[in-house]
């Protein structure tokens, strides 16, 4: 890997009539040989020195061919073709200084890619030629990846744009592709050894009208057009054609299993972008009184709205400087005050040449939502598509009256990683309720000093 730079720091600005926003600088930068599309961090598993991320990289290499049948001197000029290449870099974060572990090359470029919820330690891989990798990260004396799979699903120029694993499902993804076409593909994990099969595909779920599909999440069970289902998971997508498009998902309770023969596809909830859809973020089922789905959602069209399935309706929305790409929960959706009616939740938003914003989602009343920037970070000079925070990261002392997380995100075209750390400053009741317990130990420990007396 080419170069790193190292920095410290952030600072902030104040607009006038508008609340402090954090102007992020990054603790240390790498430059790498390939463009970074992707990263995420290993939520449960941590090497001897410190946590684990795998960056996902995506590259055209041009080459020139020439047709076999005709001689060089026929031609006017040589054929130009296109070589997708792909990786997946092991990282480890130690003491704020990103090391290379190990690099992983892929058959393509990687679109994709997410630890599953269930086995911290398996990593699936959307490539740009229809195929989908499974690895498996192993500690050993040196945390590597190791291929357990790739299965070629889907044409070799239909690219597998995004995937997701299935919350409770093990064994089922959920992946969107170039064609506009969602599928479910079926994972089976027998002594380490797996195997892909695409089990339900555009012929019978949702789709975005022969344009790109470029994301799909899941949601938790909640009410879809007004009728609950118990065991139902909502799967969203969003894609080129504008339209924000979900199925209905049946889990089943007694065996653990998706059941395939139970599954609905539901009209769009409308068009609340003026451009493709290429972010989603489906909130928790508690979100709403009523249990509605609501999903926060980004578009090229510059915005991040807060809509639901029910109605539709659009609660709330925010204007950013470019299209925005991925949103990804920096901290959970959680109750704010002691009536438990109002929530906060702090989300990443990576939006193309504006850089990460840190957004702060708020519900006042279940009608009531309000979405605001309080931090950017813009040291990338070219497309942002990824963010993610380290998981568990460093608080500071509870005097301090600031939470702090440590970031990455990366951007395309200068193939640059960036660490950089946040301070949530906000957020007063995660303080007030710290410094109430501090209270409550100086109180416990002052009472037992007076009773071994």
Request: proline residues 4%; glycine residues 6%.
């Amino acid at each position: 890997m080419a170069d790193t730079h190292r920095d410290q720091g952030l600072s902030s600005v104040v607009g006038r009539g508008q609340p402090e926003v954090q102007i992020l600088k990054p603790i240390e930068t790498k430059f790498i040989l390939q463009s970074p599309c992707s990263v995420e961090f290993a939520r449960h598993m941590k090497s001897g020195k410190g946590h684990l991320m795998v960056v996902a990289t995506y590259e055209n290499v041009e080459q020139e061919s020439v047709e076999n049948s005709q001689p060089a001197a026929a031609t006017d000029q040589a054929s130009t073709s296109y070589n997708r290449n792909g990786s997946l870099l092991l990282y480890e974060v130690v003491d704020d200084e990103l090391n290379l572990l190990h690099s992983k090359r892929c058959v393509a470029g990687v679109e994709d890619a997410h630890f599953s919820p269930h086995d911290p330690s398996l990593l699936a891989a959307a490539l740009s030629n229809g195929s989908i990798s499974v690895f498996r990260l192993v500690l050993d004396n040196q945390p590597a990846l190791e291929h357990r799979c790739t299965a070629n699903l889907f044409p070799a120029l239909t690219a597998v744009t995004s995937l997701a694993w299935h919350p409770r499902d093990k064994n089922i993804l959920a992946v969107s592709l170039s064609t506009g076409s969602i599928a479910l593909v079926r994972l089976s994990l027998v002594i380490d050894v797996v195997q892909l099969a695409v089990v339900r595909d555009a012929m019978s779920l949702h789709g975005h009208n022969n344009m790109t599909a470029w994301t799909v999440a899941f949601g938790e069970p909640g009410k879809y057009l007004g009728r609950p289902e118990r065991g139902d998971f909502v799967l969203w997508s969003g894609g080129d054609d504008g339209t924000i498009q979900f199925s209905c998902v049946h889990h089943n309770e007694e065996t653990g299993v998706v059941d395939f023969k139970q599954i609905t596809s539901l009209p769009p909830i409308g068009r609340f972008h003026g451009a493709g859809v290429t972010a989603l973020l489906p909130l928790p089922a508690n979100a709403h009184s009523a249990g509605f789905n609501l999903v926060l959602t980004g578009s090229y069209d510059e915005h991040v709205r807060l809509v639901n399935s029910v109605g539709p309706k659009l609660f709330t929305e925010l204007r950013l400087e470019d299209g925005v790409w991925n949103l990804r929960f920096l901290t959970d959706l959680s109750y704010v005050d002691r009536q438990k009616t109002q929530m906060r939740c702090l989300v990443l938003a990576s939006c193309q040449r504006a850089g990460v914003y840190v957004l702060e989602l708020k519900k006042w009343t279940d009608d009531k939502w309000s979405i605001r920037v309080l931090a950017r970070f813009t040291e990338h000079q070219s497309l942002v598509y990824r963010a993610d925070v380290q998981p568990h990261g460093p608080r500071s002392w509870p005097f301090a009256q600031r939470r702090e997380y440590n970031c990455v995100s990366v951007s395309f075209y200068d193939k640059r990683i960036c660490y950089w750390k946040f301070m949530d400053e906000a957020d007063k009741t995660w303080r007030s309720k710290l410094m109430l317990a501090v209270k409550k130990v100086a109180v416990i420990e002052k009472m037992v000093r007076v009773l071994r007396k």
